[in-house]
């Protein structure tokens, strides 16, 4: 009984991975999909993300089992609780995504990004594949400094937003209130992304210290 008990654990874990590099992959794709104004890349993040709520159906239901048929305590019952959370982030990651080849869509035969603010898109979006893989990182090892450095990628989002923003304020803004719009939700999507990005890392450090670092804003989506 405790060999498969410790063999659901590991892959309560391993699922947790693969959530994650569904969610770097979608990110990486709505992004492109955005950057090139590809309508069939957007709809395959739309579609592929039915494999992110399958997987967490499917992870969620062996979390709940083992809390509730194995009675785990101390290490083990921190490990559970922290990737029933965890879970739960990596999916409003993918739906973030999802959100981003949504506008693509809706926007599309036209590019949704103004040229003078691709790269700046661009670049959101390599942070969020970024940090989606170094979430996937610290949850396959465990390491709560490296869990604790994704905050620091998440300070370089949180500027480029700012940037967004302040462009979008600008009396300059030429590219009218549609566009603005498009770009603000965008903007949100990604700071979103990278903000449950966060608080993995968060949930990692607590599963490791016992000791759950301050919150930052975390919003749903």
């Known amino acids: 009984m405790r060999t498969e008990y410790h063999q659901e654990l590991a892959e ?11 969610a770097a992959t979608l990110i990486g794709h709505a992004t492109r999909a955005l950057l090139d104004a590809d309508l069939e890349l957007a709809e395959q993040v739309i579609s592929d993300y039915g494999r992110v709520t399958a997987l967490s159906t499917t992870a969620e239901e062996r979390a709940i089992s083992l809390l509730a048929l194995q009675q785990p305590v101390a290490g083990d019952l921190r490990s559970i609780v922290s990737h029933l959370q965890c879970i739960g982030e990596v999916e409003r990651m993918g739906a973030l995504a999802v959100h981003v080849a949504k506008i693509v869509r ?5 590019h949704v990004l103004p040229a003078d603010i691709a790269d700046q898109c661009a670049e959101m979006g390599r942070i969020a594949v970024e940090l989606a893989n170094d979430a996937r990182t610290v949850v396959a090892s465990g390491d709560p400094d490296k869990a604790a450095r994704l ?8 500027e480029l937003h700012e940037h967004l ?6 009396p300059g803004w030429r590219h ?9 939700l965008l903007g949100r999507f990604y700071e979103r992304f990278a ?3 966060v608080e993995i890392g968060r ?3 607590f599963e490791a210290t016992g000791t759950l670092p301050p919150e930052q804003g975390i919003g749903t989506y």
């Open 151 to 158: 905050r620091e990628q998440d300070d370089a989002m949180d």
């Open 165 to 170: 923003l302040a462009a979008l304020l600008d």
């Open 12 to 22: 309560l874990g391993t699922s947790l991975t693969q959530l994650c590099d569904l």
């Open 203 to 205: 949930r990692v450090v």
């Open 176 to 184: 009218g209130a549609g566009a603005a719009v498009d770009l603000a």
């Open 195 to 197: 903000d449950h990005a």
């Open 106 to 110: 809706q926007r599309h035969p036209q």
